[in-house]
């Protein structure tokens, strides 16, 4: 009886992966730490290149009336207006030529549904992979169940999609290169709406002593709040009574007014730039947040995320069903890390840096370039071609 692959980590990453090796027949268990289902404001931007993905996996559609279409994005400097890009532009690349706001836990709780339901894929929840091992034949993890008791389970490969701190990723004695900002991220959900004032649904803000991000989601459903992301500066509070304040005065520092903003929905989070030095070791592979960690800036993370998570499925389908030898496995690495260190850190490193960047000549070069590129509609398009991942989609099917 041929072995199960065996899934560390049921974020949208894992449960993608489970789903789509589910479907071709191949058995599966994954493991999650949690509930799977717990919700955290984290990833909301779905873009594209990823909405075209979900819809051919039969996802979109479930997904659509959960979240916001944002077809604009728009990008200030303070409060002037630089650019509006419209992603009709691109329509000629993608099927859904708009960006989907729909919060990550409403997409892994559909993925959810789908997966668990599939008769030869096993969720075990409450199910913490502490350890791994393999040898020629497979590979085999420990899982710590919580109630005292540790169990042994044996499979042909193992996905580590189990996030940031990868035990996967440490256990198979992977380094993790790249760095982290010593501040923080905030994200302030507010019933106030923004719209009114003039914004998108998705905007970006350049402000050289706090830059913005401000986005719409659904929230709880219509009519919805506004998320706004700023950092939290090492001197600043992050947690408990006090940086609830610290939200309301960073709230009112970027729209003041008489009224208190209603805060319903806080968080905030250590961020990093930093990809694996290999996302493999042999029958262990990784995925997701595992192999690389990128600034929100941009919405990058949790989309190349999925787009690993279709290609590694693509690529242990073509191994285990023996169209290909296991050099399928190692073209996943050299297309993904190729996009992980070329397009998605490159990109909201540079997307940070123009957020927050003091210099005044630095800062007018950025005022034009957006105008510029917002002007031309070639260059607008080429813009919203790399935003939404979909050249970086193209440029990995170049890599053999
Ligand atoms: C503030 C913020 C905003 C963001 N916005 C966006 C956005 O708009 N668009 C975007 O694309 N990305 C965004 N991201 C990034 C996005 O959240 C992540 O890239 C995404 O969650 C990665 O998915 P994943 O499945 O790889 O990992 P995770 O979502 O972290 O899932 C990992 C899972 O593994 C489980 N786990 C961990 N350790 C173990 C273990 N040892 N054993 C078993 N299970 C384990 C956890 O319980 C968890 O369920 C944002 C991130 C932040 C912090």
């Known amino acids: 009886m041929p072995q199960p692959v065996l899934i560390a980590g049921g974020g949208p990453v894992g449960l993608i992966v489970a789903l789509v090796l589910g479907r071709a027949g191949i058995d599966v268990e994954l493991f999650d730490k949690g509930?799977?289902?717990?919700?955290?404001?984290?990833?909301?931007?779905?873009?594209?290149?990823?909405?075209?993905?979900?819809?051919?996996?039969?996802?979109?559609?479930?997904?659509?009336?959960?979240?916001?279409?944002?077809?604009?994005?728009?990008?200030?400097?303070?409060?002037?207006?630089l650019a509006s890009f419209d992603h009709a532009l691109i329509k000629d690349a993608t099927r859904h030529p708009w960006v989907l706001q729909c919060e990550q836990d409403k997409l892994s709780r559909t993925v959810f549904q789908m997966t668990k339901s599939l008769p030869n894929v096993v969720c075990h929840t409450a199910s913490k992979v502490v350890d791994c091992a393999q040898s020629a034949g497979g590979v085999e993890i420990t899982v710590d169940t919580g109630d005292g008791r540790q169990q042994r389970h044996?499979?042909?490969?193992?996905?580590?999609?189990?996030?940031?701190?990868?035990?996967?990723?440490?256990?198979?004695?992977?380094?993790?290169?790249?760095?982290?900002?010593?501040?923080?991220?905030?994200?302030?959900?507010?019933?106030?709406?923004?719209?009114?004032?003039?914004?998108?649904?998705?905007?970006?803000?350049?402000?050289?002593?706090?830059?913005?991000?401000?986005?719409?989601?659904?929230?709880?459903?219509?009519?919805?709040?506004?998320?706004?992301?700023?950092?939290?500066?090492?001197?600043?509070?992050?947690?408990?009574?006090?940086?609830?304040?610290?939200?309301?005065?960073?709230?009112?520092?970027?729209?003041?007014?008489?009224?208190?903003?209603?805060?319903?929905?806080?968080?905030?989070?250590?961020?990093?730039?930093?990809?694996?030095?290999?996302?493999?070791?042999?029958?262990?592979?990784l995925a997701g947040d595992s192999a690389h960690l990128n600034s929100p800036i941009g919405a990058m993370g949790m989309n190349s995320g999925i787009h690993d998570a279709v290609s590694l499925a693509d690529s242990m389908i073509r191994t285990l069903t023996g169209q290909e030898d296991d050099g399928a496995l190692d073209r996943y690495v050299r297309q993904r890390r190729h996009v992980a260190t070329h397009h998605v850190q490159t990109a909201t490193i540079a997307n940070k840096q123009a957020m927050e960047q003091k210099d005044p000549a630095a800062r007018q070069r950025y005022r034009n370039d957006m105008r510029h590129r917002a002007g031309d509609n070639n260059l607008a398009r080429q813009f919203l071609m790399r935003t939404s991942l979909i050249e970086s989609l193209r440029d990995a099917a170049r890599i053999a």
Request: aromatic residues 14%.
């Open 154 to 285: 044996r499979g042909a490969y193992l996905v580590g999609a189990d996030g940031a701190g990868s035990t996967v990723r440490r256990v198979a004695d992977i380094a993790f290169e790249g760095f982290t900002y010593p501040e923080r991220f905030m994200i302030a959900g507010t019933t106030y709406d923004f719209a009114q004032d003039g914004y998108a649904y998705r905007n970006y803000i350049a402000d050289p002593d706090e830059w913005y991000n401000l986005f719409k989601i659904s929230w709880n459903g219509p009519p919805g709040v506004f998320r706004l992301v700023t950092p939290v500066f090492p001197h600043e509070p992050y947690e408990g009574p006090e940086a609830l304040e610290m939200a309301q005065r960073k709230l009112q520092r970027f729209a003041p007014r008489r009224e208190t903003y209603e805060i319903v929905v806080y968080d905030s989070y250590v961020v990093s730039q930093r990809v694996a030095a290999t996302f493999r070791n042999g029958r262990i592979l």
């Open 35 to 81: 509930d799977i289902v717990h919700s955290q404001p984290r990833a909301a931007t779905i873009h594209p290149a990823t909405l075209d993905i979900l819809d051919d996996l039969g996802i979109y559609a479930l997904i659509e009336p959960q979240g916001v279409i944002c077809p604009i994005v728009n990008y200030y400097d303070g409060k002037l207006l």
